[in-house]
């Protein structure tokens, strides 16, 4: 069987790895991927060929990845956090129909909304969405039909790439919606920077002051619900049990 | 230092587990759990001390842990998928404030959504929303507005807990609240089933036929956005990529 993986690993350390990723990995002849995801990867596994591409070039990386798979070469093709989750695998599987022969592996990982809610405490208790504030695959309305739609629903809200260089003002907007629909000034908010990585940094601030901090694309941002509390340094979503 | 990891373990086989909650079990001398839980951990961590409680008995579970660890035991307490969706950690964090000695260490884990969306192909490929349909700890009005909420949105919806034996009717509900506000009847939708544990079972049906199914606890419910759609046998939700 000519077998393809499409490989989420986690926030970068080996610590988020699953035993699935490992495998694949370790497995695999060729590895696939965005160049910062390579080097990630390439100190765990040596003895592998890396096939590094850059950004926009996405289409042309999971051509390559099918077609050598199809020649019979064992591949991955590799994300950080959840290759399901803005990651390969939709691309991967919507491209795969021209390579019957292919069987697609999708192996699921520790997407940054999870590993971020783990270091900031427990924001994910409750009800949650993701949502990923670049345009540059959708339009900025669809976007904030959605960020509405998670005010309105009182939902903990994360967003994932909230601002690069040449989007500055996307997370002051996106604050700002869920300002005008309903949601609180002091909503306990939290921001994770380069999680598990060197570097990281760890924030807690209200939803008024999370208006002005400048975020980058290695940054996760995590706005709390109405029941969402801070104890002691943690971020915390009750489910809802009953606590003296 | 007195530790107490809240583990989240993946779905249930060892390939979920990540490297940290490896550790962490690896390293503990007492693990709490519910029984389904500890039942699927057991097998792979022999020689530790396992103490099992029941639904219901969270609370007690939690401040049993809690104490263990404040006596110097190193301590874990273990969900399936990730603790910190509907698992454990916003009750321990909760509830540590009484020991404010013990270091809380929450490990992230592939939670059901994830592995979930591997199994069905890749739902999760652009913004979505959990949602538990579980009215125990919430009333069912909360459910309802965020139902609602996800429908106008056009998340792809995440449903954990759709159906109990004593709630046989919500999956039903949740299904008709999508339809009165705007999901198409033939939105593409997927279902999994004891996800990589015995007797995986794995639906694709439309939204219109959700309504109808019955689902139990370890059922996972997937609800495509406008842009989901089937390739093959897998379940697809473009990220926005222009394929031909």
Redesign the interface.
Known sequence: MKKLYVVGF?PGS???????A??ALESSELIYGYKTYIDLVKKNFPGREYIVSGMHE??DRCKEALSKANEDHTVSIVSSG?A????M?????????DYPEVE?N??????AA??G??RL????????????LSDL??PWE?IE??L???A????VTVLYNPGSHSRTDALEKACEIMLENGRDKDTVCGIIKNIDREGQERHIMTLEKLKDYEADMLTTVFIGSSTTKL??E?M??????K?D
Do not use: C, Q, W
Request: hydrophobic letters at 45%.
């Open positions: 986690g080996m610590n988020g790895y699953t035993i699935e490992l495998n996405e289409k959840d399901g989750v803005y990651g695998a939709s691309l991967i599987l919507e491209m795969a129909k697609i999708v192996v699921a990982g520790v997407t999870l590993s809610a783990a405490g427990s924001p994910l208790g409750h009800d949650f969405v993701v949502i990923s695959l959708t669809v039909k959605r509405k739609a998670a309105v629903g009182d939902f104890i002691g943690k915390v979503t009750p489910r809802g049990y606590v």
